[in-house]
């Protein structure tokens, strides 16, 4: 299975992006702890199944921590699995890339952290 991977940190509020996210990508699972520090820390896992390509599925994890005032760091990760079906290309890219087109449509600030662009698991 291909896959990527990114982690970045995004300079606003940790209920705002948590709830934006969630409410994007959180199909399947989400859900919001409070640290022994007192840190927020979220964790989010959805997918996309593009109809032209089913039974395609592109697995999206994303975890959101809680750091300083008005600074959250984002891990996001996804990868593609099928059974013979040809995947498009770096559709798995391409999912993660849309949790970074939502913080910048929003107006959020961020900074790429890490990022790997392609491995497989």
Do not use: Q
């Not at 992006?17 to 702890?33: D, N």
């Not at 990868?79 to 498009?88: L, N, Q």
């Amino acid at each position: 299975m291909a896959a990527y991977y990114i982690r970045f940190i995004v300079y606003t509020s940790f209920p705002v992006l948590y709830r934006v996210l969630s409410e994007a990508f959180g199909h399947h699972y989400r859900r919001c702890l409070k640290l022994v520090n007192g840190n927020l820390f979220g964790i989010i896992l959805g997918g996309r199944y593009p109809w032209e390509y089913m039974p395609l599925d592109v697995t999206l994890s994303i975890t959101l921590e809680e750091k300083e005032d008005n600074e959250v760091v984002v891990e996001a990760f996804s990868y593609v699995g099928a059974r013979k079906v040809k995947a498009p290309p770096r559709i798995d890219k391409r999912c993660v890339r849309e949790v970074l087109k939502i913080v910048d449509k929003l107006g959020f600030t961020y900074r790429i952290l890490d990022e790997i662009d392609y491995f497989y698991t």
